[in-house]
């Protein structure tokens, strides 16, 4: 199983970034889905998150700007970030919870990292 992150980038105070994560390979269940960001000297802390059946958790610093959604259909998380501030510049991880066959726990598996650089 493999969770492959796209979309992080660098843009303005103000902008607007929108990454994806796809989770790949062999599992029977997808289940909860989030994302996690960590800045230079931080520890890696909970942006958001998504479970199967839709409802969603946000960080008090991006309630209101930042939005997440899963297709299930497609395997993907996706989160949208609005009126981005300079103190959301991070790296971005996508995390999965995944049943890789039924009648075995489920693991959780991260996704590469994808910076997100905003300027003010």
């Known amino acids: 199983v493999q969770l492959q992150a796209s979309g992080g980038g660098s843009v303005q105070a103000g902008g607007s970034l929108r990454l994806s994560c796809t989770a790949s390979?062999?599992?029977?269940?997808?289940?909860?889905m989030a994302w996690y960001r960590q800045a230079p000297g931080k520890e890696r802390e909970l942006v958001a998150s998504v479970t199967g059946g839709g409802t969603t958790n946000y960080a008090v610093s991006v309630a209101g700007r930042f939005f997440i959604a899963m297709d299930s259909a497609k395997n993907m998380v996706v989160l949208q970030m609005n009126t981005l501030k300079p103190e959301d510049t991070a790296v971005y991880y996508c995390n999965a919870d995944i049943r890789r066959r039924w009648g075995r726990d489920s693991n959780i598996y991260w996704g590469q990292g994808t910076q997100v650089t905003v300027s003010s």
């Open positions: 390979g062999s599992f029977v269940q997808l289940n909860d």
